[in-house]
């Protein structure tokens, strides 16, 4: 039994995990929940926004849209004919000024494709009068009434290196990657739109980020614990970098105190999956007592301390572990995707909330929060989590949980569907 384990964690931890759907109802910020289509028509399963400044009057704004329910025979005309494309400059979430406002085609001219994923660019004027503003983005099926909106914080004075200069892929050198992490010895490149000769750096630190607290803790963490300099690497704009060493890195022009910084990891190429078994040990925190954490770190050999966990929360049972093993692991690797900005997903607060409760119901957010809300069948209340933005000289889209000893009455029942094998997908 013991070698059936280990092999299945190993075997399973390479499945592909598919990210929950999204949408966005109206004012709400469903940036997590599952769309609710009436039929098979074309759905948008996701949105991610990223800007740069091309000049001081002109950002370039880029988008990567997942649409379900398509096949390759699905034309850009096809989906031109359901969606009516719009955008929005506003000062403040929830607002109805707007400061400008235009339409978009559903078409080649404005959209590449890749499968499933569509990739969008488009500009907007710099609002040189305003600090900041939010760049709403809205996919409208007028005959479903429904409305897939992403909304996306702009700093209109370019205090942020990553307003300037963003990091893109040598495969394709004409949309920025919309994840926070690059692959160990994979070639990439930090650019501005324009030709820039200013400096720029890559600090490096040790990733030494602890796991997030339980939502019952009362204890404080200041999030740059434990995070300790290693080096500083000189780089060029629109120079071919490849990194060889894991870490937290900071891409800045300040690397005495990166303010302007943006964090990024380096990890191997599996991420967001996790497959060896030093890491996998390390995420089970969320669901494992202090005792078996202990036993779990403590033991020389993580295969044979991940093997004993599982034997004894299944209590022997191989069909148990199984199915903990599988659907655990997912939502690890969903957390990565998902949350990982300078540390990886699964330590933040909020890949702690979406392990162990999965996707919320609804999300409800503006420039300095979010709200998770998640329906129980029972009584149709809602447990409520608030997480608010804590930005930090590595990420300004750090969210912190607020933390209450009364989530203990609902927290452990859901531990406890984990260590039985029977949470909620």
Not at 284 to 291: A, H, R
Not at 303 to 325: C, H, M, P, R, W
Request: hydrophobic share 35%.
């Amino acid at each position: 039994m013991k070698n059936f384990i280990i092999l299945f964690i190993l075997s399973l931890v390479f499945v592909g995990c598919k990210v929950p759907q999204k949408k966005q109802l109206n004012k709400e910020s469903g940036s997590l929940v599952k769309p609710r289509s009436k039929d098979s028509r074309p759905v948008i399963s996701s949105i991610n926004g990223k800007y740069i400044f091309k000049d001081s009057t002109t950002i370039q704004v880029f988008m990567m849209v997942e649409v379900g329910n398509i096949t390759e025979q699905t034309t850009f005309k096809d989906l031109d004919n359901i969606f009516k494309i719009q955008w929005s400059i506003q000062t403040e979430y929830g607002t109805k000024e707007k400061l400008k406002s235009g339409r978009l085609e559903f078409s080649d001219q404005n959209f590449s494709r890749k499968g499933n994923v569509f990739y969008l660019s488009f500009e907007v004027p710099n609002q040189k009068t305003e600090e900041s503003g939010v760049l709403i983005l809205d996919f409208i099926d007028q005959s479903l009434a429904m409305k897939f909106t992403n909304d996306l914080p702009i700093d209109f004075r370019a205090k942020k290196v990553d307003t300037r200069f963003n990091i893109y892929s040598v495969d394709n050198l004409s949309m920025p990657s919309f994840q926070s992490y690059v692959s160990l010895g994979k070639e990439f490149m930090v650019k501005s739109i324009l030709p820039s000769d200013e400096k720029l750096f890559l600090k490096r630190y040790k990733n030494e980020v602890l796991p997030a607290l339980s939502p019952m803790s009362s204890s404080k963490r200041d999030a740059l614990d434990g995070l300790e300099p290693v080096e500083v690497i000189q780089i060029k704009s629109g120079q071919i970098l490849k990194l060889d060493l894991p870490g937290i890195y900071v891409l800045t022009q300040e690397p005495d105190f990166h303010e302007d910084g943006y964090g990024f990891l380096v990890v191997d190429d599996r991420f967001p999956k996790m497959t060896y078994p030093d890491e996998l040990r390390k995420s089970l925190v969320y669901m494992s007592t202090p005792k078996e954490i202990d036993a779990l770190m403590s033991t020389e050999n993580p295969k044979e301390a991940l093997d004993l966990y599982f034997l004894n929360v299944s209590k022997g049972n191989q069909t148990v572990a199984k199915q903990i093993i599988k659907s655990y692991y997912k939502k690890v690797g969903e957390a990565n995707k998902l949350f990982s900005t300078y540390k990886e997903g699964w330590k933040s607060d909020k890949g702690m909330v979406y392990i162990i409760m999965g996707p919320p119901s609804r999300v409800q957010r503006n420039r300095q929060r979010e709200v998770w809300l998640y329906t129980q069948n029972q009584n149709n209340s809602e447990i409520i989590f608030t997480f608010y933005r804590k930005s930090n000289v590595f990420s300004d889209q750090n969210y912190e949980l607020v933390r209450y000893p009364e989530y203990s009455t609902f927290w452990y029942p859901y531990v406890e569907a984990w260590r039985t094998g029977n949470a909620v997908e």
